[in-house]
């Protein structure tokens, strides 16, 4: 079995992004930087916008149990107001902030009591995160995009579950893509994992297991600087995974690198167009909502050709 602790000692980016006795929260979205955000613009041609976010409602992929779908209650129908002519319409979301699309914080995941950058564990209390947490991420995510589309380079519809993803394999897609992975670059690694789900609509088959990222791709995404990576998947990483512990990937991407997880996005419709224009990057937006000491935050990511 392959040993997770190592993998992230080796890849460790603590202190990496510390400056004048500040301790970085932010991680590999430092890589981000005003430089490569100005030359993501050039992504920009035609001005289509793929709309990467999945529905955030009842036919969501959370089956009974540990998460919920997100609920819609109406708090105001504008039905017996007396404002004179103005009516309105007021209304709540019940979810947990990792039912859907969203990304997940630097607090979201750590091992043998510290988080990324070294913070205690403690940090976590009923109260929200202390460190490391989504608002941490405010003035981003926005780059340039890079959708690695594995499942069209295996001329497959879907991988299936426990199908692992390696770091050659990368290689391959991007290279038959005629694709450049930059440093800086939020990748998007399309499994077909959700296409599957729209057609089977199988909550517990999408969550109980999945294709992925296999452990050996920290390192790919570790030594090509990129700054957060994203899946149409629920997890990332291939389930069951390849190391005795759950969620290794998770382990090392977020608490050792600091690398930022986007997960559950709908990556089809810009898999087909990339396909058809053979261009594969383009500018990608995705800012988590602010929502102070949380772990997660629901998105609705573009990505803009
Ligand atoms: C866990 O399930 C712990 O993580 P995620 O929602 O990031 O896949």
């Known amino acids: ?9 080796r890849l460790s980016n603590w202190g990496r992004w510390d400056r004048d006795g500040e301790r970085d929260e932010r991680g590999t979205t430092n ?5 490569r955000i100005v030359a993501a613009a050039g992504s920009v041609r035609t001005g289509k916008v793929f709309d990467l976010g999945i529905p955030f409602g009842p036919g969501g992929p959370q089956p009974a149990g540990m998460r919920m779908n997100p609920v819609l209650l109406m708090a105001e129908t504008g039905d017996d107001q007396d404002f004179g002519a103005m009516h309105f319409a007021d209304d709540y979301v019940f979810m947990p902030l990792q039912a859907a699309s969203q990304w997940d914080a630097l607090a979201h995941v750590y091992y043998d009591d510290q988080l990324y950058n070294g913070f205690p564990a403690s ?8 460190r490391c ?31 692992v993803i390696t770091p050659d394999e990368l290689d391959a897609a991007v290279s038959a893509q005629g694709t450049q992975i930059r440093p800086g670059d939020v990748v998007a690694v399309r499994t077909g994992w959700r296409t599957k789900f729209v057609q089977d609509g199988d909550r517990e088959a999408f ?8 452990l050996a791709c920290c390192e790919w995404l570790h030594d090509h600087e990129i700054s957060a990576v994203c899946s149409d998947n629920w997890a ?10 759950l ?43 602010k929502f102070r000491r949380a772990v997660g935050s629901p998105i609705n990511p573009l990505a803009i050709k």
């Open 1 to 9: 079995m392959t040993d997770f602790r190592e993998i992230g000692r």
């Open 31 to 35: 890589f981000l930087t005003p430089e």
């Open 123 to 130: 940090s976590i209390t009923p109260h929200g995160a202390k």
């Open 133 to 163: 947490s989504i608002d941490k991420q405010a003035k981003g995510i926005a780059g340039r995009g890079v959708l690695i589309d594995i499942a069209r380079h295996r001329g497959v519809p879907w991988l299936d579950a426990g199908e």
């Open 207 to 214: 969550m109980s297991a999945e294709p992925g990222l296999g």
């Open 236 to 245: 990332i990483e291939v389930l069951p995974g390849e190391s005795d512990a």
């Open 247 to 289: 969620l290794a990937v998770h382990m090392v991407l977020i608490r050792d690198l600091g690398m930022t997880l986007g997960e559950m996005l709908d990556l089809d419709e810009l898999a087909d167009d990339c396909a058809a224009d053979g261009r594969y990057d383009y500018f990608f937006c995705a800012p988590p909502i």
